[in-house]
């Protein structure tokens, strides 16, 4: 998928680099939330993220949990800032009630 692929997602959902507070930027120049952010805007939301390396595949899981632990929902991206940046697009796309594309 890539980076900016997710940042896409991101972006899709509404989300804007105006508050630069946590940000990082990507290769091409495009800010993008980093993994604390994208933590707290989980948080925010009532839910706890968390990003690991799958040293199998070599690639970065992302899961959320609600509030009593319950697992809600995982994607997987080729590095730890993809797939939190997917993470939060899936979310913010969820909690919106749109339909993935």
């Known amino acids: 998928m890539g980076l900016?692929?997710?940042?896409d997602l991101l972006y899709g959902t509404g989300w804007s680099g105006s508050?630069?507070?946590g940000c990082e930027h990507s290769p091409s120049g495009r800010?993008?939330?980093?993994?604390?952010?994208?933590?707290?805007?989980?948080?925010d939301a009532g839910h706890r993220l968390?990003?690991?390396?799958?040293?199998?595949?070599?690639?970065y899981?992302?899961?959320?949990s609600d509030a009593s632990g319950r697992a809600v929902g995982g994607?997987?991206?080729s590095s730890e800032a993809e797939a939190a940046v997917y993470a939060l697009a899936t979310l913010r796309r969820v909690s919106m009630g749109v339909a993935a594309s």
């Open 4 to 7: 900016d692929f997710a940042i």
């Open 19 to 21: 508050d630069l507070l």
């Open 31 to 43: 800010v993008f939330p980093g993994l604390r952010r994208v933590e707290r805007e989980f948080a």
């Open 50 to 59: 968390r990003v690991r390396h799958i040293a199998a595949f070599d690639c």
């Open 61 to 64: 899981r992302a899961e959320w």
């Open 75 to 77: 994607v997987v991206g």
